[in-house]
């Protein structure tokens, strides 16, 4: 927050006569109007969505909501000591053993791809080596060999010899004759 509003900038930019002015202020102020009083705006939608029927209501305590106030609020305050009164140094603090392993964990995705290798992709592995030699793979194995045998048969008719050809074509035209004339 302090260093993206207050902090120094280290892009070049043309000077705030051409950028800003109310033409670029005055939709912001719109929407910042809108951010703030747009929820205590009642629009009569009782009739479109409608609760059905009444229950209990559950309220969450008081303390809950104070928490839920007081973390952003906290976070405020030591982004400020951090980067505005500079009353700690981030350097510092990156400088101990915990925050490098930190900043390593979350880095390196919070560990998640350790999670997925050993949740995920070390099981997967197990089950197929366990799994190699199954009858699926027997049957598509067969299928290759059928094909190679198949293939080394027609490799031997193809010998480049053009009487095997015409011995071959006038053999089919027989068989094909021989079968019209008995159907």
Sequence with gaps: ????????????????KEVGGWHMNSPLLLLMILALVGG????????????????????????IHGIMIAVPLFGVVVSYL??????????????????????SFWFGGCGFDTLYNAMIVSPFLFLARVNRKDIVDGFYALIV???????????????????????TV?????VMVSLGATL
Aim: aromatic fraction near 14%; glycine fraction near 10%.
């Design 170 to 174: 006038a053999g089919g035209l027989v």
């Design 82 to 103: 951090f980067f505005m009164s500079k009353t700690f140094s981030v350097d510092n603090l990156m400088a101990s053993g915990f925050a490098k392993k930190l900043h």
């Design 145 to 167: 060999v059928v094909s190679q045998a198949a293939s080394g048969l027609i490799v031997r008719s193809q010998t480049g010899s053009l009487r095997w050809y015409a011995l």
């Design 40 to 63: 205590f705006i009642h629009v009569p939608l009782d009739a479109v969505f409608n609760h059905g029927e009444v229950h209990g209501e559950h309220h969450v305590s008081g303390l």
């Design 1 to 16: 927050f302090f260093i993206v509003f207050f902090g120094d900038s280290h892009a070049e930019h043309p000077p705030e």
